[in-house]
T-cell receptor, first 113, second 113 residues
Framework: KNQVEQSPQSLIILEGKNCTLQ??????????LRWYKQDTGRGPVSLTI?????NTKSNGRYTATLDADTKQSSLHITASQLSDSASYIC????????????FGAGTRLTVKP | DTGVSQNPRHKITKRGQNVTFRCDPI?????LYWYRQTLGQGPEFLTY????????KSRLLSDRFSAERPKGSFSTLEIQRTEQGDSAMYLC???????????FGQGTRLTVV
């Protein structure tokens, strides 16, 4: 069973709208949680990285939140743009083994005009 | 471009042939990772190097797979006697040290026919 579960699997929104992607994990204890954006056919690009002691991290229109008690993270995208269409992947690393990055399957976001 | 570089970007090979991929990490990054990604899934860990030492290998890395990083700089991933199930995107990532951002290359898309 994957230790990082993401929802929804796919999402379609209109340009300019906001959206929130969810990540639930069972990796515990964990060292850090990352969100990556991956365009089709390209490598993932880092959006945010949070340690277990952080609650929120922003990167432009992207804001990630973390609740270590409920083992949930979310990625909020504000004022979506067509270029936001991509897969968004949540990655959790166990404490003491940061090299072991556990990837979720990703949420496929499509932004339509 | 000083990012992670992977070559080739695409490779089509006949079943049973050997293939080799190359990854050039970001200069001075000690850690180098190989991942495999199939359609609709997040990347799966294959192996990890710290400098020239291969410190960890996944069970996914069968004896047909071998990775090297001879001088602690670039790395190669070789697949011998390719099978159709090897068709995937092979991603390389590098990072400076633990708990720092991991940067991914654009990947090598392998198609075994």
């Amino acid at each position: 069973k994957n230790q990082v579960e993401q929802s929804p699997q796919s999402l379609i929104i209109l340009e300019g709208k906001n959206c929130t992607l969810q990540c639930n994990y069972t990796v515990s204890p964990f060292s850090n949680l990352r969100w990556y954006k991956q365009d089709t056919g390209r490598g993932p690009v880092s959006l945010t990285i949070m340690t277990f002691s952080e609650n929120t991290k922003s990167n432009g229109r992207y804001t990630a939140t973390l609740d270590a008690d409920t083992k949930q993270s979310s990625l909020h995208i504000t004022a979506s743009q067509l270029s936001d269409s991509a897969s968004y992947i949540c990655v959790v690393s166990p404490l003491g083994n940061n090299n072991d990055m556990r990837f979720g399957a990703g949420t496929r976001l499509t932004v339509k005009p | 471009d000083t990012g992670v570089s992977q070559n080739p970007r695409h490779k089509i090979t006949k079943r049973g042939q050997n293939v080799t991929f190359r990854c050039d990490p970001i200069s001075e990054h000690n850690r180098l990772y190989w991942y495999r990604q199939t359609l609709g899934q997040g990347p799966e860990f294959l192996t990890y190097f710290q400098n020239e030492a291969q410190l960890e290998k996944s069970r996914l890395l069968s004896d047909r797979f071998s990775a090297e990083r001879p001088k602690g700089s670039f790395s190669t991933l070789e697949i011998q006697r390719t099978e159709q199930g090897d068709s995937a995107m092979y991603l390389c990532a590098s990072s400076l040290e633990e708990n720092t951002e991991a940067f991914f290359g654009q990947g090598t898309r392998l198609t075994v026919v």
